[in-house]
């Protein structure tokens, strides 16, 4: 990593002291973000506060909320110009008089959303960045903020889940729910997962193989769950990323008292649910936000034992980081067009190489 | 009222004891409730157990779930053949040896759903029937039991509600929407009622005029909530009795972490819920079903708290009982037509007419 560190350019400024040289991904409008994201190059302040550090962002992936985010649709509007980006991992490279939990060297990730992670330099609040265990393989630090925490929350904050229990999710290729998967795994509960249906039996095969090498109990359509599932589990909880009626098959396979978590909506129709499972079963339907979970300061120490668990399935190989593509900053064009139509591996700045 | 009691046929039986004759609306077999109810005759046991109570049935409605459950939709299918009825009140007339709880004069009302109660005379154990304050009105007696404490329960257990809180309802003018409307008028909550578009202007004022003079706050149209209100009020409790679109409507009015509660489906239609108040606003679904809610023992002092209120409110002239038709037993066919026809009173049965 120290190679990376040589790239930021130093000069001296009028009153003696050094100005850094960063370069960051900036869009001053909404758009398309191959087209609205512009490379900038730019200097830091000269002072690092005094509760501040600098921050060397070391790896920092695309996220769809990150499209999102560019293209205007997200809820979360940045003031604009802004810095894309909010997830990745970087190395403490200075600290201010009055920082006191962290030091130089440190393995940070942002601690809240939208912090803007593409880029090569920051100076951050020591607020702003929360310290990981930097013995972590790169791509697991580079994506440890969003997804597996996402997978990890929703097993664990809305219905208790013992070994041997079974859970459903549709959308189980998506990122959240490969983590969902392999989590499930490592705690002994049972997963039935719901995935579309493939152009080819060969790439239907392969899907299927792909998961149960995560840990997937069963991996079947949503036409196999009406004809050949319905009723032979009773998930206590399901998870929805899709929506329309595929949330509706959920929500039918759901034992009494389930509850569905829904953390996103990738067919863009609202959720189709059924009013006889509310009322005579009483299932129940909330929403997940990790951001949300990340804004409350109450679960600080939480975090760090959620880190803790999950870099020890890292560590242990029952938890592995999806399939990265490194890409220079220079080369965000093709990264964020890549990061829109191949959904086979994603696509991460290396903004230091 | 007693008056009333004389109409029970007794007879001496071989043993000497007095067999009581009673009269009973019964189905064998599911279908159009106007065809498959038959009065029936038949004797009461010789001898009253020592925990068992003879209840005098003097007022029981129809409501639209007696009707489902003849009609064999209803997720809950008694044994055949069945007595029709589960709402109503009557008075005791005799108790066995072992009875505490209650004695004889007291008025009653069905401990749970499913008892049967349009029938003249029944012997019911004593845990079966849940004492009410006597003084109360006969039609505020009679609909005692389904729909004021379904209203009363869904403003009280999921949201905390303060004076001058808003709250938003679709099929407002349902029996327990204008339960909810005299509820919170008497606790001092708003109350946003949607109702269907009536065919004409003057039905629709009609209408209008009803539910304010209930209390309600505001009487709107979904069209007017979408052209004229979106965004005006931010209500954290959402009562919905129809679903579709219409749910859809009410999820997008709720305020953060706001709740919605469904209790009915008259749209026949699932629920249509957008994706983004579930992840952004944090906003939950779930469902309110009574007769689960009486099942559970652990409520019973919460519901002597409850009638209490509720017997407040009746005396001093803040709720107000629906319009009732009475009917004699013979009359059921009538009264079982006009249940599904006329929804601008509630059919309900004098048994001991």
């Given at each position: 990593m120290l190679t990376c560190l040589r790239r930021s350019a130093q000069k001296v400024n009028s009153f003696g002291r050094r100005t850094i040289s960063s370069r960051r991904l900036v869009y001053e409008n909404f758009g398309d973000p191959a087209k609205a994201i512009l490379l900038q190059q730019y200097d830091l302040p000269k002072k690092l506060e005094n509760k501040s550090v600098h921050v060397k962002w070391l790896g920092t992936p695309i996220n769809p909320a990150d499209i999102n985010q560019i293209q205007g649709v997200y809820p979360i509007k940045p003031p604009m110009p802004a810095v894309g980006g909010s997830e990745g991992y970087g190395q403490i490279e200075a600290i201010g008089?009055?920082?006191?939990?962290l030091k130089v060297g440190d393995h940070v990730i942002p601690?809240?959303?939208?912090?803007?992670?593409?880029?090569?330099?920051a100076y951050l609040s020591e607020l702003d960045v929360f310290k990981i265990d930097a013995s972590l393989p790169s791509t697991s630090k580079a994506t440890l903020q969003v997804n597996p925490p996402t997978a990890y929350r929703m097993l664990t904050d809305f219905v208790v889940l013992k070994e041997g229990d079974t859970i459903i999710q549709n959308g189980a290729n998506s990122a959240v729910g490969q983590a969902v998967v392999q989590i499930c795994r490592a705690r002994g509960i049972k997963s039935v997962n719901i995935v579309r249906k493939r152009e080819t039996p060969d790439a239907q095969k392969k899907l299927e193989e792909h998961m149960k090498s995560l840990g997937a109990d069963l991996v079947i359509t949503e036409e196999q769950l009406i004809k050949e599932y319905r009723g032979k589990f009773n998930p206590s909880l399901a998870l929805n990323c899709v929506g329309g009626r595929s949330a509706l098959l959920l929500a039918m396979a759901l034992d009494h008292n389930g509850v569905m978590v829904t953390y996103g909506g990738m067919s863009k129709q609202p959720l189709s649910i059924p009013t006889g499972p509310l009322i005579f079963k009483d299932i129940k339907l909330c929403g997940f936000w990790m951001s949300r979970w990340y804004e409350n300061k109450d679960n600080v120490k939480e975090r760090v034992m959620m880190y803790e668990q999950l870099g020890e399935w890292i560590k242990t190989g029952k938890f592995h980081p999806p399939q990265l593509v490194a890409r220079k900053l220079e080369e965000h064009q093709l990264a964020l067009e890549k990061a829109q139509t191949d959904h086979s591996c994603k696509q991460f700045f290396v903004p230091n190489d």
């Amino acid at each position: 990593m120290l190679t990376c560190l040589r790239r930021s350019a130093q000069k001296v400024n009028s009153f003696g002291r050094r100005t850094i040289s960063s370069r960051r991904l900036v869009y001053e409008n909404f758009g398309d973000p191959a087209k609205a994201i512009l490379l900038q190059q730019y200097d830091l302040p000269k002072k690092l506060e005094n509760k501040s550090v600098h921050v060397k962002w070391l790896g920092t992936p695309i996220n769809p909320a990150d499209i999102n985010q560019i293209q205007g649709v997200y809820p979360i509007k940045p003031p604009m110009p802004a810095v894309g980006g909010s997830e990745g991992y970087g190395q403490i490279e200075a600290i201010g008089t009055e920082v006191r939990s962290l030091k130089v060297g440190d393995h940070v990730i942002p601690a809240k959303s939208g912090l803007g992670t593409w880029c090569s330099d920051a100076y951050l609040s020591e607020l702003d960045v929360f310290k990981i265990d930097a013995s972590l393989p790169s791509t697991s630090k580079a994506t440890l903020q969003v997804n597996p925490p996402t997978a990890y929350r929703m097993l664990t904050d809305f219905v208790v889940l013992k070994e041997g229990d079974t859970i459903i999710q549709n959308g189980a290729n998506s990122a959240v729910g490969q983590a969902v998967v392999q989590i499930c795994r490592a705690r002994g509960i049972k997963s039935v997962n719901i995935v579309r249906k493939r152009e080819t039996p060969d790439a239907q095969k392969k899907l299927e193989e792909h998961m149960k090498s995560l840990g997937a109990d069963l991996v079947i359509t949503e036409e196999q769950l009406i004809k050949e599932y319905r009723g032979k589990f009773n998930p206590s909880l399901a998870l929805n990323c899709v929506g329309g009626r595929s949330a509706l098959l959920l929500a039918m396979a759901l034992d009494h008292n389930g509850v569905m978590v829904t953390y996103g909506g990738m067919s863009k129709q609202p959720l189709s649910i059924p009013t006889g499972p509310l009322i005579f079963k009483d299932i129940k339907l909330c929403g997940f936000w990790m951001s949300r979970w990340y804004e409350n300061k109450d679960n600080v120490k939480e975090r760090v034992m959620m880190y803790e668990q999950l870099g020890e399935w890292i560590k242990t190989g029952k938890f592995h980081p999806p399939q990265l593509v490194a890409r220079k900053l220079e080369e965000h064009q093709l990264a964020l067009e890549k990061a829109q139509t191949d959904h086979s591996c994603k696509q991460f700045f290396v903004p230091n190489d």
